[in-house]
């Protein structure tokens, strides 16, 4: 339709500038991405002093080498599979049945409840006061402290909730309660299988966020052993605790090799962001569609 | 007379009681929906109901020892102390011009993105950039904080280097207190401008193809059809982002802030949150950053009421 009429000049004006100015953006947008992986396989003589700006140069692998020899990392990363695994997990099970009732119209106080919940969104009691009641509830350094404070997202809840009062007819639920079916059965049986977009929409928003907080680890985690990956990552990446100890763990042929620490210190850093961003980059543009799917579900007001 | 007013009494309260009894027997039949709204009731009345419940100690002097409870009263001694330091006004100002920038800077740039992407016709590109565009969304903020401290670093940064390479000199970027807001501002457009589209893109997928058709026959050139048709269309979204963002503006993003804090930029990157996390949890002044803490929310809570009220008035795309 629209492309059956003729292009004036000023609308391919308009159209070459606003091509330029997206392509700007992509470019903006991808140019450190690709740099960082760059720099992550060139010898670090060549990224500190910006002769490597896009392309590896001098190849190396020691980078990669040096981060999967550290047992710090290691941890870190089981740390966080584990609290990712477990805290979607619980994350699904409180969300799923509170949104699915909240959906349903003769639910008795849903308006009380949808309330009650909302009010969080706007207030809270703020740092301090979370932190005592969860040392009060002996749950400070376990694996508790990291899944059970988060354990729901009311953002999450209305995007699901929104998703079964649009997309589960609501002859469906009727036809169930003639035939006897109770409220248990209709939600694990025929409701659940109906909602898996939903549900990996859901999975996929908590996980991501799981896999990348880092806040309550370091305010209740105190053991190094327990801490997940971010927390490693702080301390590589912002402390720039790395230096030191990557010395001390190279062997001596690759340690006189790249002698300068500041230098290993570097290649690491870009070594360390790609190893630990690369499970969510990579499983991203095949999931893309969901993730977006699930940001204008929300979009839609009420 | 009074007869029918009597028996349209008892009608109406006959009509109460079978409601009431109505509402008892969908009570009763679904029973199960209590259970399934449980977890949740649970999660929000102790983790944030509960600590709502721990604010009281703002106004008093919590000891660990003594508990909540316990511990003795002191009024608004807390609160007069925080107004009365010298830092008082540098918190509040910092925290207030960050978001008023991250506001200014970040929250136009995807409204633009999504009416430029919005006009790319040609498919392939169109999903390759928006791919790549909301990829940064998912990098995590210890990751971003990373990139931020290697890419500014003063020798071996990359971005120092092309600004060399361009032939000026590089501005201490981590360490100057002048520069803090402007890298935690546009890192924060860089990471999620793209993924910020989303949500405009939708709106603008549901204009009616007729008011362009009917604008094309009309004479108007695609920029006139962006300005006349495109734009509004996005106003009510633009509205409810807005007033959600004024809610949080002492709010700002605190994780980052903190990532990014080191002793020499201090001077501007030191915010409400970041205050209340070192008084607080570092420094165990239980009670005097609860009440900081508490300040800061009233302040986002009642922003958001004031915000809300105006838009209300003037427009019909408010909150509630």
């Known amino acids: 339709m629209i492309s059956g009429v003729r292009e004036t000049g000023r609308d391919k004006v308009f ?13 903006i947008v991808a140019y450190p991405v690709i740099y960082m992986i760059s720099a992550s396989f060139s010898d670090p003589k060549y990224v500190g002093s910006g002769e490597m700006w896009l392309w590896p140069r001098g190849f190396t692998l020691k980078g990669y080498q040096i981060v999967f020899e550290n047992s710090k990392i290691w941890t870190g990363y089981a740390n966080t599979i584990c609290y990712t695994l477990l805290g979607t997990a619980i994350n ?13 119209k003769d639910f008795v106080g849903r308006n009380f409840f949808m309330g009650m919940f909302m009010i969080t969104m706007f207030f809270g009691g703020g740092l301090v006061p979370t932190y005592i009641l969860v040392k009060n509830l002996g749950m400070v350094n376990t694996v508790w402290s990291i899944v059970i404070p988060s354990a729901a997202s009311i953002w999450n809840i209305i995007v699901a909730r929104t998703f079964f009062q649009s997309s589960i007819p609501k002859e469906l639920q009727d036809a169930a309660q003639i035939d006897g079916c109770t409220n ?6 025929i409701i659940l299988p109906l909602s898996m977009p939903i549900i990996a929409v859901m999975a996929l928003f908590y996980g991501v966020g799981n896999w990348n907080s880092y806040f309550s680890a370091l305010i209740y985690l105190n053991d190094e052993s327990k801490y997940p990956l971010q927390l490693i990552l702080r301390q590589i990446l912002v402390l720039q605790e790395m230096s030191a100890q990557a010395g001390g763990a190279m062997d001596s042929a690759s340690a006189a090799a790249l002698n300068n620490k500041a230098e290993v210190a570097s290649l690491v850093k870009y070594a360390v962001i790609i190893v630990s961003t690369v499970p969510i980059i990579a499983v991203y543009p095949f999931l893309q569609r969901y993730f977006v799917q699930g940001v204008m579900i929300g979009s839609v007001k009420g | 007379m ?27 039949q679904n029973w199960e929906l209590y259970i399934f709204i449980a977890p949740a009731f649970f999660y929000f009345l102790i983790f944030s109901y509960g600590p709502m419940y721990g604010i009281q100690i703002a106004f008093k002097n919590f000891i660990p020892t003594k508990g909540i409870l316990g511990s003795d009263w002191v009024g608004f001694d807390h609160f007069i102390r925080f107004f009365d330091s010298y ?17 200014a800077i970040g929250f136009p740039i995807p409204i633009i993105l999504a009416l430029a992407f919005n006009e790319v016709k040609d498919g392939f590109f169109k999903r390759l950039t928006q791919t790549i565009t909301y990829a940064p969304h998912f990098i995590s903020v210890v990751v971003m904080a990373g990139m931020i401290i290697t890419f500014l670093s003063s020798s071996t940064g990359i971005v120092v280097h092309i600004i060399q390479w361009l032939g000026f000199d590089a501005p201490q970027f981590l360490t100057d207190p002048k520069w803090f807001k402007t890298v935690y501002v546009f890192s924060g457009v860089w990471q999620s401008a793209g993924w910020g589209t989303i949500i405009y893109l939708a709106a603008l997928s549901g204009v009616d193809p007729q008011l362009h058709e009917a604008a094309i026959i009309d004479g108007a050139t695609r920029f006139q059809r962006v300005r006349h048709i495109n734009i509004p269309t996005l106003v009510p979204t633009m509205t409810i982002l807005l007033i959600l963002n004024m809610g949080s503006l002492l709010g700002v993003g605190f994780e980052k802030i903190l990532l990014l804090q080191n002793s020499l930029n201090m001077g501007a990157s030191d915010v409400i949150s970041t205050f209340v996390y070192r008084s607080g949890l570092v420094d165990a002044q239980y009670s005097f950053s609860t009440a900081v803490g508490l300040f800061n929310s009233v302040i986002n809570a009642v922003l958001l009421i004031v915000v809300n009220q105006i838009v209300r008035r003037t427009s019909e795309n408010s909150l509630w």
Do not use: C, H
């Not at chain 1, 159209?15 to 470019?27: E, K, M, P, R, T």
């Not at chain 2, 009494?9 to 009763?28: A, D, P, Y």
């Open chain 1, 15 to 27: 159209l070459i500038i606003n091509y330029i100015y997206v392509l700007l953006a992509l470019v």
């Open chain 1, 92 to 104: 699904l099970v409180v969300t799923m049945p509170a949104a699915y009732a909240l959906s349903r």
């Open chain 1, 184 to 189: 248990m059965r209709l939600f694990v049986k």
């Open chain 2, 2 to 28: 009074q007869g029918t007013k009597r028996l349209l009494m008892s009608s109406q309260l006959q009509k109460r009681r079978k409601e009431s009894n109505k509402t008892w027997k969908r009570i009763i």
């Open chain 2, 87 to 103: 830092y008082f006004w540098d918190l509040l100002w910092n925290t207030f011009s960050i978001s008023l920038y991250d506001l």
